[in-house]
C-alpha cells in the first residue's frame, strides 16, 4: 500500500473523530446545562475541544501527504508528529481549566444537583468514545500514524472521562452531592496525563529520539547478513512511518567493489523483509587484516 493511500485511510479515522466529538460536544453540553450536572458540561467542553484537537490532527495528515520537494528532500511526514504536539497543549489547556473549575466549586462547597438525565448521556458517550478508540487505535497500528495513535488515544481517555462523570453524577444524586465536582477534577487529570504522553512520544520523534530496543534488533539483522564482520556504528530515525538506518559496517579489505556493494544490497533487501518500511544508508570501512588472521 502507497504512504499516499495509508494516509487517506488515517484521515478516515480523523473525520470520524470530528463527526462524533461535534456531536456529542452539542449533545452533552445542552443536557449538562439543562440537567445541571458541571461533571457533564466539563465532559461536553473536553469533547468540543477536541473537535480542535481532531482538526489538528486532519490538517497533519494531509500535509504529510505532500510529496518530497527541494526544501524537504524526506517529505513531510513529521507534520504528524507536529499535530500531536498541538493536540497534546490543546488537551492540557483543557485539563487545567476543568481542574481549575472544579476545584473552585468543590473548595466552596458549591455542588450542584444534576438530573438522571445526565447520568444516562454520560454514560452514553462513553460506550461511541471506546468505540472510536478500539477503531483509530487498530488503524493507526496497521498505517503506523502517530498522529492517529494520538487521536485515538484521546477519545480513549475521553470515554475514561464519560465514565467518571457517570460515576460522579450517580454518587451525587445518592447523598454525595460533591462526588459531581469531584468526579470534573479527576476529569481533567486524565486529560492532562493523556496530554503528557503525547507530548512525549511526539517530541521524541521531532528530536530524532529512537528506541533502544529496536534499535538493537536492527542492528542484529545488519550483523547477521553475510559478510559483515562488524557493526562499527548504527543510528536511527523516523519519518512518518518510515524508519531510515545509517550504518558503518566492516568487511574483508580483499573484497572488490562489486562484492561490496552485494553486502550492502543484502542488508537493504533483508531490512524491509524483517523491518517493515525500514531503509537503510550503508557505508563500507576495511576490516584491519591483524583480525582476520
Do not use: C
Amino acid at each position: 500500500m502507497e504512504r499516499s493511500e495509508e494516509i487517506k485511510k488515517a484521515e478516515k479515522g480523523a473525520w470520524l473523530s470530528i463527526i462524533v466529538y461535534i456531536l456529542l460536544s452539542v449533545l452533552k453540553l445542552a443536557v449538562g446545562y439543562l440537567g445541571n450536572s458541571e461533571a457533564l458540561r466539563a465532559d461536553g467542553l473536553n469533547n468540543s475541544t477536541d473537535v480542535v484537537v481532531s482538526v489538528a490532527v486532519l490538517i497533519g495528515l494531509k500535509i504529510s501527504r505532500k510529496p518530497a520537494d527541494e526544501n524537504h528532500l524526506y517529505g513531510h511526514y513529521r507534520a504528524e508528529s507536529v499535530s500531536s504536539l498541538i493536540a497534546a497543549m490543546i488537551m492540557t489547556l483543557v485539563g487545567i481549566q476543568i481542574i481549575i473549575n472544579a476545584g473552585r466549586s468543590f473548595l466552596l462547597s458549591d455542588y450542584s444537583n444534576p438530573d438522571m438525565l445526565t447520568s444516562w448521556t454520560a454514560l452514553f458517550g462513553a460506550f461511541v468514545l471506546f468505540f472510536v478508540y478500539f477503531y483509530n487505535r487498530n488503524l493507526a497500528k496497521k498505517l503506523n500514524s502517530s498522529s492517529l495513535m494520538a487521536a485515538a488515544q484521546d477519545s480513549k481517555s475521553d470515554a475514561l472521562v464519560s465514565v467518571g462523570a457517570f460515576i460522579g453524577i450517580i454518587g451525587a444524586k445518592f447523598g454525595m452531592p460533591w462526588l459531581d465536582s469531584f468526579t470534573a477534577i479527576i476529569v481533567g487529570v486524565i486529560i492532562i496525563k493523556t496530554a503528557l504522553s503525547i507530548f512525549h512520544e511526539a517530541s521524541t520523534l521531532l528530536t530524532d529520539g529512537f528506541d533502544q530496543k529496536r534499535l538493537a534488533l536492527i542492528r542484529k539483522t545488519v550483523e547477521k547478513t553475510e559478510g559483515v564482520l562488524d557493526v562499527k556504528d548504527i543510528k536511527a530515525r523516523e519519518h512518518g512511518n518510515k524508519v531510515y538506518v545509517d550504518t558503518t559496517i566492516l568487511v574483508n579489505p580483499n573484497l572488490n567493489v562489486v562484492e561490496s556493494h552485494k553486502i550492502t544490497e543484502d542488508i537493504e533487501k533483508k531490512m524491509l523483509v524483517e523491518h517493515k518500511n525500514t531503509f537503510v544508508l550503508v557505508h563500507i570501512e576495511p576490516y584491519e587484516l591483524k583480525d582476520l588472521s
